[in-house]
């Protein structure tokens, strides 16, 4: 079974940073695909940010130039560093591997105040 641990959230204000860490662990896999998702409070879930194995990347529009995806693929960890964040960043993120078959973290709550 595949488990995704996320860790980093908490609150910042407006301007601030944050880094969310988030780990796989299991039976021995190759992922494809590792990303970050976020939920504000009676939105959709969307996404953030992915990251392919080979390291190429998408993003959100809303958060392209502030946020970066990176990964290390021995560790089975993704990252997200979110640099100048706004009061709308604010939501549940969650994290989200594709192995194939996709798993989610439990999420952690990110809250930028102004």
């Known amino acids: 079974q595949v488990q995704l641990v996320e860790s980093g959230g908490g609150s910042v204000q407006a301007g601030g940073s944050l880094r969310l860490s988030c780990a796989a662990s299991?039976?021995?896999?190759?992922?494809?695909?590792m990303g970050w998702y976020r939920q504000a409070p009676g939105k959709q879930r969307e996404l953030v940010a992915i990251i392919g194995i080979g390291g190429s990347t998408n993003y959100a529009d809303s958060v392209k130039g502030r946020f970066t995806i990176s990964r290390d693929n021995a560790k089975n960890t993704v990252y997200l560093q979110m640099n100048n964040l706004k009061p709308e960043d604010t939501a549940v993120y969650y994290c989200?591997?594709?192995?194939?078959?996709?798993?989610w973290g439990q999420g952690t709550q990110v809250t930028v105040s102004s």
């Open positions: 299991g039976r021995p896999f190759r992922i494809n695909v």
């Open positions: 989200n591997a594709q192995i194939p078959g996709e798993y």
